[in-house]
Protein backbone atom coordinates (compact mmCIF):
# COMPACT_ATOMS: atom_id res chain seq x y z
CA UNK A 1 0.00 0.00 0.00
CA UNK A 2 1.29 3.72 -0.92
CA UNK A 3 2.39 5.65 1.73
CA UNK A 4 2.71 9.16 1.19
CA UNK A 5 3.65 10.10 4.36
CA UNK A 6 6.58 7.92 4.57
CA UNK A 7 7.67 9.34 1.57
CA UNK A 8 7.52 12.80 2.79
CA UNK A 9 9.31 12.12 5.85
CA UNK A 10 12.17 10.56 3.68
CA UNK A 11 12.49 13.50 1.18
CA UNK A 12 13.04 15.90 4.64
CA UNK A 13 15.46 13.57 5.80
CA UNK A 14 17.20 13.94 2.23
CA UNK A 15 16.69 17.48 2.35
CA UNK A 16 17.76 17.94 5.73
CA UNK A 17 21.38 15.87 4.68
CA UNK A 18 21.76 18.75 1.69
CA UNK A 19 21.09 21.61 4.26
CA UNK A 20 24.16 20.49 5.74
CA UNK A 21 25.99 20.30 3.13
CA UNK A 22 25.40 23.28 2.07
CA UNK A 23 26.24 25.27 5.27
CA UNK A 24 29.22 23.70 5.65
CA UNK A 25 30.22 25.13 2.81
CA UNK A 26 30.64 21.37 0.58
CA UNK A 27 30.72 20.67 -3.11
CA UNK A 28 27.65 18.34 -4.45
CA UNK A 29 27.43 16.88 -7.44
CA UNK A 30 24.23 15.78 -8.89
CA UNK A 31 24.61 13.08 -11.25
CA UNK A 32 21.79 12.11 -13.74
CA UNK A 33 20.81 9.77 -16.71
CA UNK A 34 20.66 11.11 -20.30
CA UNK A 35 17.29 10.58 -20.97
CA UNK A 36 14.29 12.74 -20.54
CA UNK A 37 13.21 11.71 -17.18
CA UNK A 38 16.77 11.86 -16.00
CA UNK A 39 17.51 15.17 -17.40
CA UNK A 40 14.40 16.17 -16.08
CA UNK A 41 15.06 14.74 -12.34
CA UNK A 42 18.81 16.05 -12.45
CA UNK A 43 17.91 19.68 -12.98
CA UNK A 44 15.02 19.33 -10.82
CA UNK A 45 17.34 18.24 -8.00
CA UNK A 46 20.29 20.39 -8.93
CA UNK A 47 18.02 23.90 -9.65
CA UNK A 48 16.54 23.34 -6.46
CA UNK A 49 19.70 22.78 -4.26
CA UNK A 50 21.05 25.74 -5.69
CA UNK A 51 18.24 28.05 -4.94
CA UNK A 52 19.23 27.20 -1.36
CA UNK A 53 22.85 28.72 -1.62
CA UNK A 54 24.72 25.50 -1.83
CA UNK A 55 27.22 24.85 -3.95
CA UNK A 56 26.16 22.46 -6.49
CA UNK A 57 26.88 20.99 -10.16
CA UNK A 58 25.34 18.35 -12.46
CA UNK A 59 26.55 15.77 -14.78
CA UNK A 60 24.75 13.83 -17.22
CA UNK A 61 25.98 10.06 -17.84
CA UNK A 62 24.65 7.57 -20.02
CA UNK A 63 25.31 4.48 -17.79
CA UNK A 64 26.34 3.79 -14.32
CA UNK A 65 28.62 0.75 -13.86
CA UNK A 66 32.09 0.32 -11.77
CA UNK A 67 34.10 2.30 -14.54
CA UNK A 68 32.06 5.32 -13.80
CA UNK A 69 31.84 5.01 -9.92
CA UNK A 70 35.78 4.89 -9.83
CA UNK A 71 35.77 8.31 -12.09
CA UNK A 72 32.98 9.92 -9.82
CA UNK A 73 34.97 8.89 -6.71
CA UNK A 74 38.09 10.34 -8.78
CA UNK A 75 36.32 13.64 -9.00
CA UNK A 76 36.30 13.61 -5.15
CA UNK A 77 32.75 16.12 -4.44
CA UNK A 78 32.17 16.05 -0.48
CA UNK A 79 28.13 15.25 -1.65
CA UNK A 80 26.55 13.08 -4.02
CA UNK A 81 23.32 12.96 -5.46
CA UNK A 82 22.26 10.10 -8.27
CA UNK A 83 18.88 10.88 -10.03
CA UNK A 84 17.67 8.19 -12.27
CA UNK A 85 20.38 6.26 -11.63
CA UNK A 86 22.29 4.09 -8.76
CA UNK A 87 19.35 1.65 -7.24
CA UNK A 88 21.00 -1.14 -8.30
CA UNK A 89 24.34 -0.46 -7.12
CA UNK A 90 23.64 0.24 -3.71
CA UNK A 91 26.38 -1.67 -2.26
CA UNK A 92 28.95 -0.05 -4.50
CA UNK A 93 27.97 3.32 -3.78
CA UNK A 94 27.87 2.51 -0.62
CA UNK A 95 31.61 1.48 -0.86
CA UNK A 96 32.95 4.27 -2.95
CA UNK A 97 31.40 6.87 -1.01
CA UNK A 98 30.71 5.40 2.08
CA UNK A 99 27.51 7.77 3.56
CA UNK A 100 27.83 10.82 1.55
CA UNK A 101 25.76 9.83 -1.67
CA UNK A 102 21.80 10.35 -2.09
CA UNK A 103 19.60 8.76 -4.38
CA UNK A 104 16.70 9.75 -5.57
CA UNK A 105 15.05 7.30 -7.87
CA UNK A 106 12.17 5.05 -9.31
CA UNK A 107 13.86 2.02 -10.64
CA UNK A 108 13.31 -1.67 -9.30
CA UNK A 109 15.11 -2.08 -6.05
CA UNK A 110 15.22 -5.11 -3.12
CA UNK A 111 13.23 -3.65 0.15
CA UNK A 112 16.25 -3.93 2.05
CA UNK A 113 17.90 -1.26 -0.25
CA UNK A 114 14.66 1.04 -0.27
CA UNK A 115 14.50 1.00 3.42
CA UNK A 116 18.34 2.70 3.42
CA UNK A 117 17.90 6.05 4.83
CA UNK A 118 19.91 7.72 1.86
CA UNK A 119 17.41 6.17 -0.55
CA UNK A 120 14.30 7.97 -2.05
CA UNK A 121 12.38 5.53 -4.14
CA UNK A 122 9.16 4.81 -5.72
CA UNK A 123 8.75 1.51 -4.78
CA UNK A 124 9.96 2.28 -1.06
CA UNK A 125 6.97 3.48 -0.21
CA UNK A 126 3.90 1.25 -2.23
CA UNK A 127 4.63 3.22 -5.42
CA UNK A 128 4.54 1.50 -8.97
CA UNK A 129 7.94 3.32 -10.45
CA UNK A 130 7.74 1.91 -14.17
CA UNK A 131 3.90 3.96 -14.14
CA UNK A 132 3.27 6.12 -11.07
CA UNK A 133 6.10 7.95 -9.95
CA UNK A 134 9.10 9.02 -12.30
CA UNK A 135 12.65 9.87 -11.38
CA UNK A 136 11.68 13.45 -11.55
CA UNK A 137 8.51 12.66 -9.81
CA UNK A 138 10.71 12.18 -6.83
CA UNK A 139 13.17 14.53 -7.43
CA UNK A 140 10.08 17.33 -7.51
CA UNK A 141 9.46 15.78 -3.89
CA UNK A 142 12.89 16.53 -2.97
CA UNK A 143 12.65 19.77 -4.31
CA UNK A 144 9.57 20.77 -2.29
CA UNK A 145 11.29 19.36 0.95
CA UNK A 146 14.43 21.82 0.49
CA UNK A 147 11.60 25.12 -0.19
CA UNK A 148 8.32 24.50 -1.17
CA UNK A 149 8.90 27.52 -3.34
CA UNK A 150 10.24 25.47 -5.53
CA UNK A 151 6.47 24.44 -6.95
CA UNK A 152 7.30 26.27 -9.73
CA UNK A 153 9.36 23.65 -11.08
CA UNK A 154 6.36 21.01 -11.20
CA UNK A 155 5.69 21.35 -14.53
CA UNK A 156 9.62 19.21 -15.62
CA UNK A 157 8.59 16.54 -13.22
CA UNK A 158 5.48 16.17 -15.74
CA UNK A 159 7.95 16.16 -18.71
CA UNK A 160 10.01 13.94 -17.00
CA UNK A 161 7.33 11.11 -16.58
CA UNK A 162 5.72 11.49 -20.07
CA UNK A 163 9.45 11.02 -21.32
CA UNK A 164 9.06 7.96 -19.45
CA UNK A 165 5.83 7.15 -21.08
CA UNK A 166 4.12 6.79 -17.69
CA UNK A 167 1.05 8.41 -19.24
CA UNK A 168 -0.73 5.06 -18.97
CA UNK A 169 -4.02 5.75 -17.33
CA UNK A 170 -7.23 6.65 -19.36
CA UNK A 171 -6.43 8.46 -22.47
CA UNK A 172 -3.07 8.34 -22.00
CA UNK A 173 -3.04 10.03 -18.69
CA UNK A 174 -0.80 10.70 -15.58
CA UNK A 175 -1.45 8.69 -12.91
CA UNK A 176 -0.57 7.58 -9.15
CA UNK A 177 2.07 10.07 -7.75
CA UNK A 178 3.02 11.76 -10.62
CA UNK A 179 -0.42 13.44 -10.67
CA UNK A 180 0.88 15.34 -7.03
CA UNK A 181 3.14 17.44 -9.78
CA UNK A 182 0.36 17.67 -11.99
CA UNK A 183 -1.83 18.98 -9.63
CA UNK A 184 0.59 21.76 -8.48
CA UNK A 185 1.04 22.91 -12.27
CA UNK A 186 -2.11 23.09 -12.14
CA UNK A 187 -2.61 25.70 -9.23
CA UNK A 188 0.42 27.63 -10.64
CA UNK A 189 -1.00 27.93 -14.19
CA UNK A 190 1.91 26.23 -15.41
CA UNK A 191 0.22 23.93 -16.93
CA UNK A 192 -2.99 23.21 -18.87
CA UNK A 193 -4.88 19.93 -19.76
CA UNK A 194 -7.02 19.09 -22.41
CA UNK A 195 -8.28 16.12 -24.84
CA UNK A 196 -6.89 16.03 -28.71
CA UNK A 197 -4.59 14.14 -30.93
CA UNK A 198 -1.32 13.00 -29.48
CA UNK A 199 0.68 13.80 -32.74
CA UNK A 200 4.37 15.51 -32.26
CA UNK A 201 4.55 18.52 -33.57
CA UNK A 202 0.26 19.35 -33.45
CA UNK A 203 0.97 22.76 -33.34
CA UNK A 204 4.09 23.41 -34.88
CA UNK A 205 4.44 21.32 -37.57
CA UNK A 206 1.97 20.63 -40.64
CA UNK A 207 -0.44 18.11 -39.96
CA UNK A 208 0.68 15.45 -42.88
CA UNK A 209 4.46 16.46 -41.36
CA UNK A 210 3.01 15.93 -37.41
CA UNK A 211 1.84 12.55 -38.34
CA UNK A 212 4.85 11.82 -40.43
CA UNK A 213 6.60 11.91 -37.40
CA UNK A 214 4.70 10.17 -35.17
CA UNK A 215 6.16 7.14 -33.74
CA UNK A 216 4.33 6.11 -30.48
CA UNK A 217 1.88 4.92 -31.82
CA UNK A 218 3.88 3.69 -34.97
CA UNK A 219 1.22 4.23 -38.21
CA UNK A 220 2.15 1.61 -40.50
CA UNK A 221 2.97 3.39 -43.87
CA UNK A 222 2.99 6.88 -42.11
CA UNK A 223 5.53 6.93 -39.48
CA UNK A 224 8.55 8.35 -41.14
CA UNK A 225 6.76 8.90 -44.53
CA UNK A 226 5.65 12.57 -44.98
CA UNK A 227 5.04 12.05 -48.39
CA UNK A 228 2.85 9.58 -47.82
CA UNK A 229 1.03 10.88 -45.03
CA UNK A 230 0.64 14.16 -47.03
CA UNK A 231 -0.84 12.00 -50.41
CA UNK A 232 -3.29 10.05 -47.70
CA UNK A 233 -4.83 13.43 -46.47
CA UNK A 234 -4.79 15.40 -49.42
CA UNK A 235 -6.85 12.43 -51.06
CA UNK A 236 -9.23 12.47 -48.69
CA UNK A 237 -10.07 15.83 -49.46
CA UNK A 238 -8.83 17.44 -46.15
CA UNK A 239 -8.20 20.89 -46.45
CA UNK A 240 -4.32 20.95 -45.60
CA UNK A 241 -3.56 24.90 -46.81
CA UNK A 242 -4.91 27.60 -45.43
CA UNK A 243 -3.93 31.05 -47.93
CA UNK A 244 -0.82 29.12 -49.12
CA UNK A 245 0.41 28.22 -45.86
CA UNK A 246 0.42 25.03 -44.32
CA UNK A 247 -2.63 24.64 -41.22
CA UNK A 248 -1.43 22.19 -38.01
CA UNK A 249 -3.51 19.97 -35.97
CA UNK A 250 -4.32 22.64 -33.61
CA UNK A 251 -5.94 24.99 -36.34
CA UNK A 252 -8.19 21.86 -37.67
CA UNK A 253 -11.93 22.28 -36.64
CA UNK A 254 -13.77 19.46 -34.73
CA UNK A 255 -15.64 18.09 -37.98
CA UNK A 256 -11.46 18.22 -39.79
CA UNK A 257 -10.52 16.16 -36.96
CA UNK A 258 -13.11 13.50 -36.86
CA UNK A 259 -12.45 13.21 -40.70
CA UNK A 260 -8.85 12.57 -40.04
CA UNK A 261 -9.86 10.27 -37.90
CA UNK A 262 -11.68 8.62 -40.29
CA UNK A 263 -9.07 8.80 -42.83
CA UNK A 264 -6.32 7.16 -40.20
CA UNK A 265 -8.70 4.33 -38.88
CA UNK A 266 -9.15 3.63 -42.21
CA UNK A 267 -5.78 3.52 -43.09
CA UNK A 268 -4.51 1.84 -40.36
CA UNK A 269 -7.16 -0.45 -40.95
CA UNK A 270 -6.02 -1.41 -44.93
CA UNK A 271 -2.51 -1.74 -43.32
CA UNK A 272 -4.17 -4.90 -40.95
CA UNK A 273 -4.33 -2.91 -37.82
CA UNK A 274 -6.45 -2.67 -34.72
CA UNK A 275 -8.85 -0.80 -33.24
CA UNK A 276 -6.16 -0.50 -30.11
CA UNK A 277 -3.97 1.71 -32.33
CA UNK A 278 -6.44 4.31 -33.28
CA UNK A 279 -7.74 4.68 -29.62
CA UNK A 280 -3.67 5.58 -28.79
CA UNK A 281 -4.00 8.57 -31.23
CA UNK A 282 -6.01 10.80 -28.85
CA UNK A 283 -6.03 11.05 -25.17
CA UNK A 284 -4.89 14.30 -22.77
CA UNK A 285 -2.48 17.30 -23.93
CA UNK A 286 -0.11 18.49 -21.75
CA UNK A 287 0.17 22.10 -22.68
CA UNK A 288 2.76 25.09 -20.79
CA UNK A 289 0.76 27.96 -21.32
CA UNK A 290 4.12 30.20 -20.54
CA UNK A 291 5.76 28.43 -22.92
CA UNK A 292 5.67 29.65 -26.80
CA UNK A 293 3.29 28.00 -28.28
CA UNK A 294 5.59 28.17 -31.87
CA UNK A 295 7.70 25.69 -29.89
CA UNK A 296 7.81 21.84 -28.79
CA UNK A 297 8.35 23.29 -24.94
CA UNK A 298 5.01 24.64 -25.68
CA UNK A 299 3.43 20.72 -25.40
CA UNK A 300 4.80 18.43 -22.30
CA UNK A 301 5.75 15.37 -24.61
CA UNK A 302 7.40 17.01 -27.53
CA UNK A 303 9.42 18.73 -24.78
CA UNK A 304 10.12 15.01 -23.74
CA UNK A 305 11.01 14.25 -26.82
CA UNK A 306 13.58 17.46 -27.36
CA UNK A 307 15.23 16.12 -24.48
CA UNK A 308 15.46 12.65 -25.15
CA UNK A 309 17.23 13.99 -29.00
CA UNK A 310 19.74 15.85 -26.45
CA UNK A 311 20.49 13.45 -24.52
CA UNK A 312 20.94 10.34 -27.37
CA UNK A 313 22.72 13.34 -29.33
CA UNK A 314 25.44 13.50 -26.63
CA UNK A 315 24.22 16.86 -25.86
CA UNK A 316 23.21 16.57 -22.61
CA UNK A 317 24.17 19.93 -21.46
CA UNK A 318 21.78 21.82 -24.08
CA UNK A 319 18.70 19.29 -22.05
CA UNK A 320 19.68 20.45 -19.25
CA UNK A 321 20.08 24.21 -20.00
CA UNK A 322 16.47 24.02 -21.61
CA UNK A 323 15.07 22.67 -18.23
CA UNK A 324 16.75 25.43 -16.29
CA UNK A 325 15.29 27.89 -18.81
CA UNK A 326 17.48 28.81 -22.01
CA UNK A 327 15.12 29.97 -24.72
CA UNK A 328 17.64 31.13 -26.78
CA UNK A 329 21.22 29.53 -27.59
CA UNK A 330 20.00 25.91 -26.45
CA UNK A 331 16.76 25.65 -27.59
CA UNK A 332 18.20 26.95 -31.31
CA UNK A 333 20.60 23.83 -30.67
CA UNK A 334 17.94 21.20 -29.53
CA UNK A 335 15.76 22.54 -32.30
CA UNK A 336 18.91 21.47 -34.59
CA UNK A 337 19.63 18.19 -32.97
CA UNK A 338 16.00 16.69 -32.91
CA UNK A 339 16.41 16.51 -36.88
CA UNK A 340 19.83 14.61 -36.74
CA UNK A 341 18.48 12.40 -34.31
CA UNK A 342 15.12 11.69 -36.52
CA UNK A 343 17.22 10.78 -38.54
CA UNK A 344 18.80 8.65 -36.85
CA UNK A 345 16.31 7.03 -36.03
CA UNK A 346 14.75 6.34 -39.44
CA UNK A 347 18.13 5.06 -41.03
CA UNK A 348 18.51 2.81 -38.24
CA UNK A 349 14.71 1.47 -38.60
CA UNK A 350 14.59 1.45 -42.21
CA UNK A 351 18.56 -0.69 -41.95
CA UNK A 352 16.49 -2.92 -39.72
CA UNK A 353 13.81 -3.85 -42.76
CA UNK A 354 16.74 -5.68 -44.41
CA UNK A 355 18.94 -8.43 -43.87
CA UNK A 356 18.87 -10.49 -40.98
CA UNK A 357 19.40 -8.02 -37.97
CA UNK A 358 15.70 -8.93 -36.39
CA UNK A 359 15.31 -12.29 -35.32
CA UNK A 360 12.05 -13.72 -33.51
CA UNK A 361 12.35 -16.71 -30.64
CA UNK A 362 9.22 -17.35 -29.66
CA UNK A 363 7.51 -14.16 -27.88
CA UNK A 364 10.88 -11.89 -27.58
CA UNK A 365 12.46 -10.35 -30.60
CA UNK A 366 16.07 -9.82 -30.56
CA UNK A 367 17.76 -7.13 -33.00
CA UNK A 368 21.38 -7.10 -33.83
CA UNK A 369 22.55 -3.30 -34.13
CA UNK A 370 26.26 -3.78 -33.21
CA UNK A 371 27.16 -2.05 -36.66
CA UNK A 372 25.11 0.74 -37.00
CA UNK A 373 22.84 1.40 -33.86
CA UNK A 374 24.69 3.83 -31.45
CA UNK A 375 24.81 3.38 -28.05
CA UNK A 376 22.52 6.37 -26.91
CA UNK A 377 20.33 4.86 -29.21
CA UNK A 378 19.08 1.77 -28.03
CA UNK A 379 16.56 2.38 -25.54
CA UNK A 380 14.70 4.79 -28.34
CA UNK A 381 14.94 1.57 -30.74
CA UNK A 382 13.71 -0.90 -28.73
CA UNK A 383 10.75 1.74 -27.88
CA UNK A 384 9.91 2.22 -31.29
CA UNK A 385 9.90 -1.40 -32.02
CA UNK A 386 7.73 -2.71 -29.37
CA UNK A 387 5.29 0.05 -30.10
CA UNK A 388 4.73 -0.97 -33.56
CA UNK A 389 2.21 -2.60 -34.96
CA UNK A 390 4.63 -6.41 -36.16
CA UNK A 391 6.33 -6.40 -32.67
CA UNK A 392 3.43 -4.97 -30.27
CA UNK A 393 2.62 -8.54 -28.65
CA UNK A 394 6.80 -9.23 -28.21
CA UNK A 395 9.18 -8.59 -26.19
CA UNK A 396 11.90 -7.06 -28.19
CA UNK A 397 15.33 -6.35 -26.58
CA UNK A 398 18.34 -4.40 -28.73
CA UNK A 399 21.95 -5.25 -28.64
CA UNK A 400 25.09 -2.71 -30.11
CA UNK A 401 29.07 -2.24 -28.79
CA UNK A 402 30.28 -0.34 -25.83
CA UNK A 403 33.46 0.59 -26.41
CA UNK A 404 35.64 -2.69 -27.06
CA UNK A 405 34.75 -5.02 -25.04
CA UNK A 406 30.90 -4.47 -23.90
CA UNK A 407 27.76 -4.78 -25.26
CA UNK A 408 24.72 -2.52 -24.46
CA UNK A 409 21.04 -4.00 -24.54
CA UNK A 410 17.94 -2.20 -24.16
CA UNK A 411 14.52 -4.40 -23.95
CA UNK A 412 10.55 -3.27 -23.97
CA UNK A 413 7.49 -4.63 -23.84
CA UNK A 414 5.41 -4.55 -26.40
CA UNK A 415 1.55 -3.21 -25.29
CA UNK A 416 0.12 -6.24 -26.07
CA UNK A 417 2.99 -8.98 -24.44
CA UNK A 418 0.48 -11.64 -22.88
CA UNK A 419 2.29 -12.76 -19.62
CA UNK A 420 3.15 -11.20 -16.75
CA UNK A 421 6.94 -10.40 -16.72
CA UNK A 422 9.63 -8.26 -15.08
CA UNK A 423 12.14 -6.87 -17.66
CA UNK A 424 14.02 -4.98 -14.45
CA UNK A 425 14.56 -8.49 -12.40
CA UNK A 426 15.44 -10.26 -15.68
CA UNK A 427 18.16 -8.24 -17.24
CA UNK A 428 18.91 -7.60 -13.52
CA UNK A 429 19.84 -11.10 -13.32
CA UNK A 430 20.73 -12.48 -16.49
CA UNK A 431 23.68 -9.49 -16.51
CA UNK A 432 25.01 -11.12 -13.10
CA UNK A 433 25.60 -14.20 -13.62
CA UNK A 434 27.95 -13.54 -16.98
CA UNK A 435 29.80 -10.28 -15.04
CA UNK A 436 27.49 -7.47 -16.01
CA UNK A 437 24.78 -5.22 -14.94
CA UNK A 438 21.47 -4.10 -15.44
CA UNK A 439 17.89 -3.35 -14.16
CA UNK A 440 14.96 -1.42 -14.60
CA UNK A 441 11.37 -1.69 -15.14
CA UNK A 442 8.70 -4.14 -15.55
CA UNK A 443 8.29 -2.93 -19.13
CA UNK A 444 11.82 -1.61 -20.00
CA UNK A 445 15.20 -1.99 -18.67
CA UNK A 446 18.92 -2.38 -19.50
CA UNK A 447 22.00 -4.13 -19.90
CA UNK A 448 25.43 -4.11 -20.27
CA UNK A 449 27.56 -7.05 -20.31
CA UNK A 450 31.24 -8.66 -21.53
CA UNK A 451 30.81 -8.50 -24.71
CA UNK A 452 31.96 -12.53 -25.08
CA UNK A 453 28.99 -13.77 -22.81
CA UNK A 454 26.18 -12.19 -25.56
CA UNK A 455 25.08 -15.91 -26.48
CA UNK A 456 24.63 -16.71 -22.96
CA UNK A 457 23.19 -13.58 -21.41
CA UNK A 458 20.40 -13.88 -24.76
CA UNK A 459 19.59 -16.96 -23.58
CA UNK A 460 19.36 -16.69 -20.41
CA UNK A 461 16.80 -13.81 -21.02
CA UNK A 462 14.30 -15.54 -24.08
CA UNK A 463 14.71 -18.70 -21.45
CA UNK A 464 13.42 -15.90 -18.57
CA UNK A 465 10.62 -14.37 -20.91
CA UNK A 466 9.45 -16.91 -23.26
CA UNK A 467 9.18 -19.95 -20.20
Not at 91 to 106: M, R
Request: charged residues 25%.
Amino acid sequence: MADLAALLARASDLSRVVSRFRREGKRILVVTHIDADGLSSGSLAFHSIARSGAIVSVRAIPDLDMRAIESLRADRFDLYVFTDLGSGLLPELQKAFGENFLVVDHHQLPPEDAARPNVLNAWGFGFDGGAEASSSTMAYMLAMAVDEKNRDLSSLAIVGALGDRQDVGEGRSLVGLNKKPLQDAIEEGLVEVSKDFLFHGRETRPVHEAIAMTYTPFIPGLSGAKDSSLAALSGAGLSLKDRGRWRNLAELSTGEKQKLMEVLAAHIGSRGGDAAVVSELVGEVYSFPLEDSLTPLHDGREFATLLNACGRMDATDVGIALCLGDRDRALTIAMKLIVEYRGKLNKAIQTLQTGDKVSVHGNVTVVIGDDFIEERMTGSISSLLASSDKYKDKMVLVRTRSGESELKFSSRLGDEFAKEVNLGLILKEAAESVGGVGGGHSMAAGAKIPATKKEEFTAVVVERVSG
